[in-house]
Protein backbone atom coordinates (compact mmCIF):
# COMPACT_ATOMS: atom_id res chain seq x y z
CA UNK A 1 0.00 0.00 0.00
CA UNK A 2 2.76 2.46 1.09
CA UNK A 3 4.83 1.85 -2.08
CA UNK A 4 1.73 2.10 -4.62
CA UNK A 5 0.98 5.67 -2.37
CA UNK A 6 4.63 6.80 -3.06
CA UNK A 7 4.90 5.43 -6.15
CA UNK A 8 1.59 7.50 -7.35
CA UNK A 9 2.67 10.29 -5.79
CA UNK A 10 5.83 10.74 -7.56
CA UNK A 11 4.18 10.21 -11.11
CA UNK A 12 1.64 12.88 -10.44
CA UNK A 13 4.37 15.17 -9.50
CA UNK A 14 6.97 14.46 -11.89
CA UNK A 15 4.14 14.89 -14.53
CA UNK A 16 3.07 18.18 -12.91
CA UNK A 17 7.12 18.86 -13.71
CA UNK A 18 7.22 18.02 -16.86
CA UNK A 19 4.07 20.43 -17.78
CA UNK A 20 5.74 23.36 -16.04
CA UNK A 21 8.78 22.75 -18.26
CA UNK A 22 7.11 22.10 -21.16
CA UNK A 23 4.94 25.04 -20.69
CA UNK A 24 8.30 27.20 -20.17
CA UNK A 25 10.04 26.22 -23.12
CA UNK A 26 6.65 26.86 -25.82
CA UNK A 27 7.07 30.10 -24.27
CA UNK A 28 10.45 31.40 -24.46
CA UNK A 29 10.25 31.94 -20.64
CA UNK A 30 12.99 30.76 -18.12
CA UNK A 31 12.17 28.32 -15.63
CA UNK A 32 12.01 29.52 -12.06
CA UNK A 33 11.31 27.23 -9.57
CA UNK A 34 9.52 27.52 -6.17
CA UNK A 35 10.33 27.07 -2.84
CA UNK A 36 7.29 24.95 -2.94
CA UNK A 37 8.36 22.93 -6.14
CA UNK A 38 12.02 22.30 -4.10
CA UNK A 39 10.01 21.22 -1.39
CA UNK A 40 7.61 19.21 -3.33
CA UNK A 41 10.87 17.58 -4.90
CA UNK A 42 12.22 16.78 -1.93
CA UNK A 43 9.36 15.04 -0.82
CA UNK A 44 9.29 12.81 -3.93
CA UNK A 45 12.93 11.63 -3.05
CA UNK A 46 11.55 10.81 0.64
CA UNK A 47 8.72 8.59 -1.65
CA UNK A 48 11.19 7.32 -3.81
CA UNK A 49 13.67 5.63 -0.89
CA UNK A 50 10.64 4.33 0.62
CA UNK A 51 9.72 2.60 -3.02
CA UNK A 52 13.90 1.50 -2.92
CA UNK A 53 13.29 0.72 0.52
CA UNK A 54 10.49 -1.65 0.20
CA UNK A 55 11.68 -3.53 -3.56
CA UNK A 56 14.68 -4.44 -0.93
CA UNK A 57 12.49 -5.96 1.72
CA UNK A 58 10.63 -7.96 -1.28
CA UNK A 59 13.83 -8.95 -3.08
CA UNK A 60 15.13 -10.76 0.94
CA UNK A 61 11.35 -11.79 1.19
CA UNK A 62 11.72 -13.97 -2.34
CA UNK A 63 14.99 -14.84 -1.55
CA UNK A 64 14.09 -16.51 1.62
CA UNK A 65 11.05 -18.39 -0.50
CA UNK A 66 13.54 -19.53 -3.29
CA UNK A 67 15.76 -20.42 -0.90
CA UNK A 68 12.97 -22.60 1.35
CA UNK A 69 11.77 -24.14 -2.10
CA UNK A 70 15.90 -25.15 -3.14
CA UNK A 71 16.00 -27.08 0.59
CA UNK A 72 12.13 -28.69 -0.33
CA UNK A 73 13.63 -29.86 -3.59
CA UNK A 74 16.92 -31.38 -1.84
CA UNK A 75 18.86 -29.06 -3.82
CA UNK A 76 20.36 -27.37 -1.07
CA UNK A 77 21.10 -27.70 2.58
CA UNK A 78 20.45 -26.35 5.78
CA UNK A 79 23.76 -26.22 8.02
CA UNK A 80 24.34 -25.45 11.66
CA UNK A 81 26.10 -21.93 12.37
CA UNK A 82 27.91 -21.54 15.88
CA UNK A 83 28.12 -18.09 17.12
CA UNK A 84 28.68 -16.51 20.69
CA UNK A 85 26.31 -13.64 21.82
CA UNK A 86 27.19 -10.39 23.50
CA UNK A 87 25.73 -8.86 26.19
CA UNK A 88 26.23 -4.85 25.43
CA UNK A 89 24.59 -2.60 27.38
CA UNK A 90 24.27 0.88 26.37
CA UNK A 91 23.81 3.81 29.07
Known amino acids: MLMTYCSSLVKTNLISLQEQLE ?3 RNGTGFNPTQQLLTTINEDLEALESI ?3 GLSQERISNDVLSLGRIQLGASYPFL ?3 QLMNRYVA
Open 23 to 25: LSM
Open 81 to 83: VCL
Open 52 to 54: YQC
